[in-house]
């Protein structure tokens, strides 16, 4: 092995934590005599478990059961907590900015590497869509999902005490924009949530709320197969949700839902989960991008063409080697992130070990979808399940993957406790805006929120 041999992980999800993870493992006497270093680079301090976040808007898991802390787990590495804004492979050097960096009033730091791991993961695919920035909620880490169930209870407050119609039926509306598992999955547990809520309201009954589902494309969760999207849709209108296939947002100015079929609906609600994109940090390297813009990547998970550079997730496109058509890639999910982080980490060591690397090679298991408290789908080696059976799978599988003793022991705890007793319903808005009611004490005034959050 080289003398003291820098890895540089960007990006602290799925891919980075498990790949920093594996080589934790398998290279400690390297790392206990110094010979190797392992840098991760990530704007929070903690992985997020993407799956658990519909349980945690519904209240079914603490919001801090859904994070695991990457100080913790990845004792061995040094976690800086900030963003790298370009690479120059090249060089072999990435520049970051910390929080520090603003305090200083520094330049940002060029920090070198000898082997590249670039997992930063994927950003939410937006378009430009009249008032979208300003009144939109998105649904991809869990402050956005906890924010979004405080907002959810907070309209049925606004609705209970309202007597204004008008504001009523907007503050009921929830519009959600995207049928693909974050959309399906937080309006199911939402809805659920919300009609549970409705009980505790002497005014506010589950058909004074209306929920509506937007999808473009002529169908809804594409992975669970065409029959079960189609048993998904009856479950939801079943459930009063209004499900819109091959239907656009155009607008949502003005607190208005404008949909491409002619409809309206005045909402002070909508959710946005229609699409990722890969992230920025990938057009600001110097190494192989394919046309939608995801790293060109070869089935040992190097970059094509380059050596001392590696990547998995959503930021790669990796071919299917298990694949009958050629020229297919993995799909962008946790269950091949997990998997090729695995191979990721042990491809390191071969190659700082001059030793034969592994081909990443996993056949699509299948998914598994929950639509609220004992309702679900899945498609799982070719066989179809929903109702109870698909919920309970979805929770043992996803039970089963969460890193950590630690997690997997909180959270069946609290499936436990919720089996036990009844729903917490209780809104935690303030926590959005801690310091506003110093400020207002202090003779400030109370922060405005655009998206109707007092």
């Known amino acids: 092995m080289k003398e003291r041999a820098r890895i540089l992980v960007v990006g602290g999800g799925y891919v980075g934590m498990y790949t920093a993870l594996r080589l934790q493992r398998k290279l400690k006497p390297e790392l206990r005599r110094g010979d190797v270093e392992i840098v991760v680079v990530t704007p929070d301090p903690y992985m997020t478990y993407q799956p658990f976040l519909p349980e945690a808007a519904a209240g079914s898991i603490s919001p801090r059961h859904v994070v695991v802390p990457l100080r913790r787990v990845l004792d061995q590495c040094r976690v800086v907590i900030g963003e790298a804004t370009a690479i120059d492979h090249a060089k072999r050097v990435a520049t970051l900015t910390t929080l520090a960096t603003e305090e200083e009033g520094t330049e940002p730091e060029q920090l070198p590497y000898d082997e590249l791991v670039l997992a930063p993961g994927s950003i939410s695919r937006t378009l430009p869509i009249p ?87 002529n169908r809804i969760l594409p992975e669970v197969g065409e029959e079960m999207g189609k048993y998904t849709v009856t479950q939801l209108r079943r459930r009063n949700i209004d499900v819109r296939l091959e239907t656009r947002l155009d607008s949502c100015a003005d607190r208005v839902a404008v949909l491409s079929d002619g409809a309206r609906f005045p909402t002070r609600t909508v959710v946005w989960t229609a699409g990722v994109k890969p992230h920025p940090i990938l057009a600001a390297t110097d190494l192989p991008l394919n046309e939608r813009g995801r790293l060109k990547c070869t089935p040992e998970l190097t970059l094509d063409g380059v050596t001392h550079a590696w990547a998995a997730g959503d930021a790669a496109a990796i071919p299917d080697v298990t694949a009958e058509e050629p020229g ?91 089996g036990l007793f009844k729903r917490e319903i209780v809104s935690l808005g303030s926590l959005e805006h801690p310091r506003a009611e110093f400020e207002l004490a202090a003779g400030g005034k109370p922060p405005q929120d655009p998206k109707g959050s007092s």
Request: proline share 3%.
């Open 131 to 217: 008032g979208l920035a300003e009144y939109a909620i998105g649904f991809k880490t869990v402050e956005e999902a906890i924010g979004l169930r405080n907002h959810v209870i907070e309209q049925m407050d606004i609705a209970s005490s309202t007597r204004d119609p008008a504001i009523r039926d907007a503050a009921l509306t929830f519009v959600f924009v995207g049928g693909g598992y974050a959309g399906v999955e937080a309006l199911g547990e939402l809805e659920d949530m919300a009609r549970y809520a409705a009980r505790y309201y002497h005014n506010v009954k589950p058909e004074d709320m209306k929920w509506i589902l937007v999808e473009a494309s």
């Open 328 to 418: 297919k890639e993995t799909a962008p999910n946790a269950q091949h992130a997990v998997r090729q982080a695995r191979v990721l980490g042990d491809n390191i060591v071969h190659s700082l070990r001059g030793e034969p690397l592994e081909t990443y090679s996993h056949k699509y298991a299948g998914s598994v979808a929950s639509l609220g408290l004992h309702k679900g789908v899945a498609y799982l080696y070719g066989r179809k399940v929903k109702g109870y059976p698909a919920w309970f799978m979805h929770r043992t599988y996803h039970l089963s993957r969460v890193p950590t003793f630690n997690r997997k022991a909180r959270v069946l705890a609290e499936w436990t406790l919720s």
